[in-house]
């Protein structure tokens, strides 16, 4: 039995899943006949609250047709250091929109409103780029599953308002947050001109992520996603997928967290770990002691059908799935505290 651990994106759709994918109804997307894309795109909106949604293959070219419709050539847009926009889109904000990034040193992932209004470029000072977009990423994947407070949202849409930026949300696991905190989404919706939400992560779909915003700005997120040559065809298999998912796999959210949580408190407790991150959600983060090697450590684990990922800097990173069984949780712990 492997225990895969790097990633919530490695589960496989469930039976269940696999029945809703091959009774979809499907049409041609790019002419937007799909029935199924149609329906979840309705959804995620109505989830919202939002006016507009599209679906996407991926998070990164959501987040690179969101960062497009927001900004112009030459503009600048904020964002946290460990922001998956900055991090992990191989410069598409550059590539895609001739954009460049201002970064926030923001804690384990999360900024503030404070922060934010210290990093726009003043509008008139025509020497710096022109500060057009706040992204912000909620959880946080780099800053080990973190949560924003939706207080220290409200006054970063507050900045934004007054400073004309657009705010776009990276939502990529959004579903755990709100699960965590019992948040009400359509607050995301009041509050953001763009949201995405990830398919592929924890709620466990083949692929896809849904872009929600507000009509003005959706208006041109069809062609910006052709451009990007993610106009899909009979896509609604996998829309049926996503559909699955919204009905079967959010509450069951909260288990991904408490093995995470359960996790935590075993390396909290071993002699060769140093630091674990607060875990509030699916994503452990931990350092080990000083002397004992990430990559031994690895190792002696995948010796064992244990994979976890490496995130540098003495990073380890482990994520709960709704693949990781209570079998493999059980085992996984046993390991960890013979490990000690
Ligand atoms: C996974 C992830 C994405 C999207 O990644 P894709 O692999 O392109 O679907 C975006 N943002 C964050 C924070 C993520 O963790």
């Known amino acids: 039995m492997t225990i895969d651990l790097r990633s919530d994106t490695v589960t496989k759709p469930s039976g269940g899943m696999l029945q809703a994918i091959m009774s979809a109804q499907t049409g041609d997307d790019v002419y937007k006949e799909d029935p199924t894309a149609n329906e979840l795109e309705k959804r995620v909106a109505e989830f919202f609250g939002m006016d507009e949604a599209l679906f996407f293959p991926t998070g990164s070219m959501a987040n690179q047709a969101a960062i497009k419709l927001h900004t112009q050539p030459g503009e600048q847009l904020i964002c946290d250091k460990w922001a998956h926009v900055y991090n992990y889109e191989g410069g ?74 657009g705010l776009h949300l990276d939502g990529a696991r959004l579903m755990n947050a709100i699960v965590a905190t019992g948040q009400d989404p359509k607050r995301y919706g009041d509050i953001f001109d763009t949201v995405t939400l990830c398919f592929s992560k924890g709620l466990g779909t083949p692929l896809g992520t849904v ?126 505290k013979s490990l000690a």
């Open 211 to 336: 872009l929600a915003g507000q009509k003005e700005l959706m208006k041109n997120a069809i062609r910006v996603r052709k451009i990007l040559g993610g106009g899909m065809r009979q896509i609604g298999f996998m829309a049926a997928a996503g559909l699955y998912a919204l009905d079967h796999n959010v509450e069951r959210l909260a288990d991904d967290h408490k093995k995470a949580l359960e996790i935590a408190n075993v390396l909290s407790h071993a002699l060769y770990v140093r630091k674990v991150e607060p875990t509030e959600t699916n994503i452990v983060i931990f350092y080990l002691t000083e002397g004992f090697s990430e990559k031994e450590f690895m190792e002696n684990l995948e010796k064992k059908g244990i994979r976890i990922s490496d995130m540098g800097q003495g990073k380890l990173r482990i994520v709960t799935h709704l693949d990781y069984t209570d079998a493999m949780h059980e085992q996984f712990l046993s390991v960890l």
């Open 92 to 165: 598409g904000v550059s590539f895609n929109s001739g954009v460049s990034c201002k970064l926030v040193d923001g804690d384990r992932g999360i900024i503030t409103a404070q922060q934010v209004e210290a990093h726009i470029n003043p509008p008139d000072f025509y020497h710096s780029p022109l500060t057009s977009l706040v992204c912000l990423e909620n959880t946080t994947n780099k800053g080990g599953g973190a949560c924003y407070d939706i207080a220290e949202i409200e006054s970063i849409k507050e900045v934004c308002d007054a400073h004309n930026l």
